[in-house]
C-alpha cells in the first residue's frame, strides 16, 4: 500500500476540501492508469507562491513560482516515490482563469506531477502526447473534463 504524506503551508489551501482524499485519489486514477505498482511514497507540499518559488530557484535554477514541482526520489527507492509542491496563488488562478473549479484543477497538477515521478515529461511533442494521454485518461476516471480539449479543437 502506498504512503502519501499532506502538508499544507499556505492558509489559502483551507478552500480545498480534504487535501488527503484529494492526493489519494490523484494518485490512484494516475497508478491504475500506467498500470503502476501499488507500493510507494509520495510527500506532498501545499504551499505558498514564495515557497514554491523559493524551492523552484533553489532546486531548479529557475524564477518566480509555478503551479506545480515534481521531485522523483532517488532510483534506488523501492516503487514510485517522490515530492510533489503545488503554489497556491498560481495555481487558484488558473483554475479561475480556466473556469476550472480548484479541486479538479489540483487534481490535474497532482496527476501530471505523479507522471513526473514515473519519469515521464513533456519536454518535446512527442513526450508531450504520451504524457498527455494518460493525464486524459486518468483525469475522465476522477469525473474531470479533458483541459486540452480546448486547445485541441474538441468541444
Not at 487535501?19 to 507500493?39: G, K, L, N, P, Q
Not at 501545499?46 to 532546486?59: Q, T, V, W
Not at 519519469?119 to 512527442?126: F, I, K, Q, S, T
Amino acid at each position: 500500500m502506498s504512503a502519501i504524506n499532506v502538508t499544507v503551508s499556505d492558509t489559502g489551501w483551507s478552500s480545498l476540501t480534504d487535501a488527503d482524499a484529494v492526493c489519494a485519489e490523484s494518485f490512484t486514477a494516475a497508478r491504475e492508469t500506467m498500470d503502476a505498482a501499488d507500493r510507494g511514497h509520495v510527500s506532498v507540499l501545499f504551499g505558498s507562491d514564495a515557497e514554491i518559488a523559493d524551492l523552484n530557484a533553489r532546486l531548479r535554477g529557475k524564477e518566480g513560482p509555478t503551479n506545480v514541482l515534481s521531485f522523483p526520489a532517488h532510483e534506488s527507492a523501492q516503487g514510485w516515490a517522490g515530492d510533489i509542491a503545488l503554489a497556491y496563488g498560481v495555481t487558484r488562478a488558473e483554475a479561475e482563469a480556466a473556469g476550472l473549479a480548484l479541486a479538479d484543477h489540483v487534481r490535474h497538477l497532482l496527476v501530471h506531477g505523479f507522471l513526473h515521478l514515473h519519469g515521464y515529461d513533456h519536454r518535446n511533442d512527442d513526450e508531450a502526447e504520451v504524457m498527455e494521454a494518460i493525464e486524459r485518461r486518468a483525469l475522465q476516471m476522477l469525473g474531470i473534463a479533458d483541459p486540452y480539449a480546448a486547445r485541441d479543437g474538441v468541444a
